[in-house]
């Protein structure tokens, strides 16, 4: 194995459910009364790539604020700690994410972790969200890896399976997302950590004469 490629919303950072969990609650609270279609509308098409935030927030009936809105984005616990851990372990990072780029990047420098992950993926400069295969192979073709020496950790089933189809293997992260019966999958970043350790010593092991 020689890269990790990470899910943002519920792996590095805790709710899976944006949309439920933190950007209507945040909408409601200031004062935003636009339907919901409205709002999920205008959010994929932002994470698309074809609406920009400024856009998103006049479609709800807000001036824009995205700073404002990426408050409301919490760590997962331990995250800077596995990624260091797993750097450390000589293991490239990178991730995969269904976001805008400009919330993106506020994120990522406000916990520090454009300082730990080199190559972010997002949905918007992509211009296709997961589970679409598009950005996939979009991740495999820039990190010049084959398929079997990268490891997907999402927390959707849903978006675990094009990954398979492609030969990259993966790991469940369990999230607020992962639905009743997820199957396998790991829930703390410590756990996620010795999963990768885990794998990683099969294959040592199996490469051993």
């Known amino acids: 194995m020689k890269a990790v490629v990470f899910d943002a919303m519920g792996v590095l950072y805790r709710d899976g459910n944006v949309q439920a969990r933190v950007l209507i609650p945040y909408l409601r609270a200031q004062g935003c009364s636009a339907p919901e279609e409205r709002i999920r509308a205008a959010y994929r098409a932002a994470t698309l790539g074809s609406l920009s935030t400024d856009g998103f927030w006049s479609a709800v009936g807000l001036a824009a604020r995205d700073e404002h809105y990426c408050r409301e984005h919490v760590l997962t616990e331990g995250t800077r700690e ?53 950005p996939y ?25 094009p990954a398979r189809s492609l030969g990259v293997r993966t790991v469940l992260f369990r999230s607020d997302d992962s639905g009743p019966d997820p199957g396998p999958g790991v829930g703390t970043m410590p756990e996620l950590v010795a999963a990768v350790r885990a794998m990683t010593a099969g294959e040592n092991r199996s490469s051993t004469p």
Not at 144 to 159: H, I, K, S, T, Y
């Open 82 to 134: 596995a990624l260091d851990e797993l750097a450390g372990d000589g293991l490239a990072l990178a991730c995969l994410s269904n976001d805008t780029a400009a919330w993106s990047a506020i994120l990522r420098r406000r916990f520090g972790l454009d300082r730990r992950i080199r190559r972010w993926f997002i949905s918007s400069d992509l211009g296709a969200r997961k589970p679409d295969p598009a």
């Open 137 to 161: 192979e979009a991740v495999l073709g820039a990190l010049g890896l084959p398929a079997a020496e990268v490891l997907f950790v999402d927390d959707r089933p849903a978006n675990l399976a």
